[in-house]
């Protein structure tokens, strides 16, 4: 972004914030509402001079990070999220979803800048404790989140932009916290709220699966982990596995038949009528039984462990009526440009059934991400539209936007 371009940004959102603290009206027309919302939120419990967040209790947070499963994610990807920190001089935080800061890594500069404010393990940054930002906004709307400048209630923090993307489980949908990344203004880029996504993504790739109750008994941990919807990534055990296109696709054919396919539908599953022999397909899937430690089986071909994937994550949030939640948790389309016919019609499949579930019930949060990831799908923005009628809705000129941007 062109730095004169931030320094209006920056102007504009501390000319709102003035006309705000000095009870002057025009504040909305220079910020946007979920920011005015937090605000007044912010202003019902403390001043905009405050200059540190409060801490909560250090020993319990310790605790509480110690027995935390986003805990041993984070071990397992730390050497990437602090070269990310390194490299951009960020700050990185992970919060529980009260907003407590339960983990951060900073660069040089923003680490100092970080304690400064109290932006540490312990420390409170709920709106109504350290005024508005992007932590306390992703927690609350369960969707990712950026501040910047003087949208920031707090006067402490008016040179920071924060980014936030919320942290779930990937079996079970549970919020978890969020991840953030935090610079300074000038640093802004608009790259930054996509790499909290991956960022949070990364984590929630290497969180320990736990077993899920299922009548009185609970299923045997799972070790593979894939996540289909836009990247396409393979975990076995928290640890990344480097697959080509063709072995992924292998693989994701047979965690979505955990009853297994015969070599005949597997080849016309994965090449439908191309001219390839059976033996390329037996060489792939010897490779990936060699890969996964001999956990594929044949006659039929299907997998001996445990699997989870993000396919069946968003179909039983669609089940559930968890629409939000299944759009936060739909990356995009499965497996973009796959050659095989069944992918492609299980693509087809998710993608339906969560803009089906969407126009039964278009909340303006979750059409506004599916909006960012289907921008000419303006049908679903209209059904939220027509829903939301003469409401004042927050999210209303954000639709009213995207509706026409798409058209």
Known sequence: MVRSDLQERRL????????????????EDFVRP??????????????????EAPLADEDETREMWRSSPLQVAVERVEEELR??????????????PDTRVL????????????????FVPAARWDDQSAGTNALDLANRTDAPAMVFGAEHYAEAVHNWVCWAAPLHDPTTGKHLGVLDLSTTWDRTHPIGLATARVMARLIEGALPQRPTPQGDEALAQP?????????????????RLLLNRRQTEILAL????????????????VYGDQAVTFSTLKAEVSHLRHTLGG?????????????????????ALIRHGRVAAAVEAYGGDLLPGTNSPALAEMAEYVAVALREALMADPQPDAVLR??????????????????LGGSAHPALPLLKARLAAGR
């Open 103 to 118: 983990w951060t890594y900073g660069g040089r500069v923003m680490r100092r800048k970080a304690e400064s404010v109290n």
């Open 34 to 51: 979920e920011i005015l919302t937090s605000w007044a939120r912010s202003a019902t419990s403390l001043k905009p001079d405050v200059r």
């Open 295 to 315: 956990q594929v089986a044949s006659r039929p071909y299907r997998l001996l462990m445990p699997v989870v994937t993000d396919v069946e994550q968003v179909l």
């Open 254 to 269: 047979l965690a979505l038949h955990p009853e297994g396919l015969s070599l005949e539908r597997l080849h016309a599953a």
């Open 370 to 387: 599916y909006s960012e990831l289907a921008p000419y799908d303006t049908e679903v923005v209209d059904s939220c539209l027509r829903r």
């Open 83 to 96: 070269c990310t920190a390194d490299d951009g001089d960020l700050v990185i935080a992970i919060t529980d």
């Open 12 to 27: 504009n959102a501390a000319r709102a914030w003035t006309a705000f603290v000095e009870g002057g009206d025009d504040a």
């Open 223 to 239: 070790g593979l982990v894939l996540t289909l919807l836009g990247t396409a990534e393979t975990w076995l055990d928290g640890q």
